[in-house]
Every structure is written in C-alpha cells, then in structure tokens.
C-alpha cells in the first residue's frame, strides 16, 4: 500500500513559482500514474494534471500554461511547479496516485498553500 | 468542463441509520464517476469507482448506484467512523471534475 507524503513551502509571494514535492513509500512509483489536486478554501477540489511514471503528462487546460509535473524515479518521489501564482491559487495541495490516470487509489494528507506577500 | 453538483451539503444522522448522498453530472459522465471519503486531517480515500464497485477493503455497507447523470452513494448502518467528508469525482472527460461534497454528522 503506497503512502504519499507532500512536503514544500507553506507561503509563496504572488508572481513567484510554486515548488511541492510527494515522497512515495510503500511500493515503487513506477507503472503508476501521479496527480497533484488543490482544493481553494471553501471550493471544490480541482485536478491540476498527472505525469505517469515516464514522463507522460497531461494537464488541466486552466493551468497548463503554469504547471509542470514531474516523476523522479530514482528517488520515489514527483512534483508539481506552478509558475507565476496570485492570491487564487492558495489551496490545500494533495498529492495522488493510481494505477490508472483518471481516480485515485491513494492519497497524501495535503499541504497548505498561501499566496500572499 | 462536467460541473458536478453534490446534495445535500451537510446531513444530520443517528448511528445505525442509513443515508443516501446524492451526486449530479451537467452532462453524461456514462458509469465513470468515483466516491472518496475524507476525514479531518487525512487525505480522501477512495470507495467506490465505475459507479457501483467498492474499492479494496471498502465494507459492504458501502454501495454505490446510477448512471448518465444521477448518482448515489448509500451507506447502511452508519458507524462511528463514518461520519465524514464525501465527495464524487468525474472521470469520463477532461478535465477530471470534483462535487463539492457532502458531510455526514451526527444528529
């Protein structure tokens, strides 16, 4: 059973870039598929993309000029840049994987993340 | 973009009753949608997918039902750790979208 775990910066200054990062124990992260979703305070919860393990990656069109998903094999671990964020992108980020691209059979805890100067 | 709408937002039940949470799709989502459970603190976790089939160590009491656009999640005989954050997922179309969710308290 995977565990994730996402770690990185709880605030970040608007127009800077949004750097999180998912450590993956429990089983390799190869032959899956990893997400990153957010959650804004008192809104629903958004999928940002997936990169699955060979660096396949697909996006969510409101993003995608943004985001940047990554898998490092060797490490077990994948992450999410998000370049240039404003207030709107504060949110609870988790980190999720599976075995197929489009649910999620595992989840991490989340991070908080504010915008804010 | 599927806009999914979750009904009601909050439930209020008694332990040992059952409850049924609604989930609606703006537009066809086939039998491609999901149910998670999260609780305080904790990332979601996934219950049902395809509509109706629990995941792995999911109780029974859990089943899902519906297809299109209306969907349902029926909990029976509600325990302690059931009460809870539900939420259901699209993933028939990009990009995959999210209900609001439901939150099932204690009465």
């Known amino acids: 059973q995977e565990q994730l775990q996402e770690s990185g910066p709880g605030l970040v200054k608007p127009s800077e870039t949004l750097s999180l990062n998912c450590s993956v124990s429990g089983g390799s992260i190869s032959g899956y598929y990893w997400s990153w979703i957010r959650q804004p305070p008192g809104k629903a919860l958004e999928w940002i993309g997936y990169s699955y393990y060979s660096g396949y990656t697909s996006y969510n069109p409101s993003l995608k000029n943004r985001v940047t998903i990554s898998v490092d094999t060797s490490n077990n671990q994948f992450s999410l840049i998000l370049s240039s964020v404003t207030a709107a992108d504060t949110a609870m980020y988790y980190c999720a994987g599976g075995a197929a691209p489009r649910k999620f059979d595992y989840w991490g805890q989340g991070t908080v993340v504010t915008v804010s100067s | 973009e599927v806009v999914m709408t979750q009904s009601p937002a909050t439930l209020s039940v008694s332990p040992g009753e059952g409850v049924s949470l609604s ?6 989502v ?54 809870a954050l539900y939420f259901c997922q699209q993933y028939n179309t990009w990009p995959l979208t999210f209900g609001g969710g439901t939150k099932v308290e204690v009465k």
């Open chain 2, 23 to 28: 989930c609606r799709a703006s537009q066809s």
């Open chain 2, 30 to 83: 086939s039998s491609n949608l999901a149910w998670y459970q999260q609780k305080p603190a904790q990332g979601p976790r996934l219950l049902i997918y395809g509509a109706s089939t629990r995941a792995p160590g999911i109780p029974a009491r859990f089943s899902g039902s519906g297809s299109g656009t209306e969907f349902t999640l029926t909990i029976n005989n509600l325990q302690s750790e059931d009460f």
